[in-house]
């Protein structure tokens, strides 16, 4: 399972940048999607994560309390794909933004992947 992330820049404060992560591989199925973030000096935290309707249930997106109501994450199961929307950005959203999904390849058992990471600089 591969994960590879773009839409990461630079951006001043205020302003929006929409994040998109591809899975590829021989994958059996993904359930959860999300977005992780991780400054310098500080540990990597979840940001915002979707689970799958396809498992069961309802499509349930959580977020952590300080993107709340700024960020939008969304997916397209068809095309493996997994968006962040992220808006009014702060200064304090500078990170490098990783992607991690919980997916089954083909053949193997369920397992985390993570992707390269993608650049988020806000400036003031």
């Known amino acids: 399972v591969r994960l590879v992330e773009s839409g990461g820049g630079l951006v001043q404060a205020g302003g929006s940048l929409r994040l998109s992560c591809t899975a590829s591989?021989?994958?059996?199925?993904?359930?959860?999607m999300g977005w992780y973030r991780q400054s310098p000096g500080n540990q990597r935290e979840p940001v915002a994560r979707?689970?799958?309707?396809?498992?069961?249930?309802?499509?349930?997106?959580t977020y952590v309390d300080s993107v709340k109501g700024r960020f939008t994450i969304s997916r397209d199961s068809a095309k493996k794909e997994v968006y962040l929307e992220m808006n009014s950005l702060k200064p304090e959203d500078t990170a490098v933004y990783y992607c991690?999904?919980?997916?089954?390849?083909?053949?193997?058992?369920?397992?985390?992947?993570w992707g390269q990471g993608t650049q988020v600089t806000v400036s003031s």
């Open positions: 591989g021989n994958i059996a199925m993904i359930d959860i």
């Open positions: 979707i689970t799958n309707i396809a498992r069961g249930g309802n499509e349930i997106m």
């Open positions: 991690k999904v919980y997916a089954m390849p083909l053949g193997g058992g369920w397992g985390d992947y």
